[in-house]
């Protein structure tokens, strides 16, 4: 579906493999700025504790399941907060000078 798609390569990365052996390579990855992680309580901690070395966005649920299927748990302003990240850009106006 995505060789056929308009998405530049790289967009999506699809990885398999056990959510708990993944996470510890995926949290102590440079290139990695977020991650979703829910699982276990003790994965949830592991990923806000090794996330910190580069500032990563984290979303976890320290074990509590989530409807993914429904409306308030699987779309709203909670899911948007941690879907969407907005930066602002400072564009300097000329120099102030002090007396």
């Not at 500032?55 to 907060?81: A, H």
């Amino acid at each position: 579906v995505f060789d056929t798609s308009d998405l530049p390569g790289g967009v999506v990365n699809i990885i398999t493999g056990s959510r708990d052996h993944l996470i510890k390579y995926l949290t102590e990855h440079q290139d990695i700025q977020a991650i979703w992680y829910f699982g276990s309580a003790e994965g949830s901690k592991f990923v806000e504790l090794h996330s910190v070395d580069n500032i990563k966005r984290t979303w976890v649920s320290y074990g509590i399941s989530r409807d993914w299927t429904s409306s308030e748990q699987g779309q709203g302003e909670e899911f948007l907060y941690h879907s969407c990240e907005v930066k602002n850009v400072w564009i300097p106006m000329g120099e102030i000078f002090a007396n």
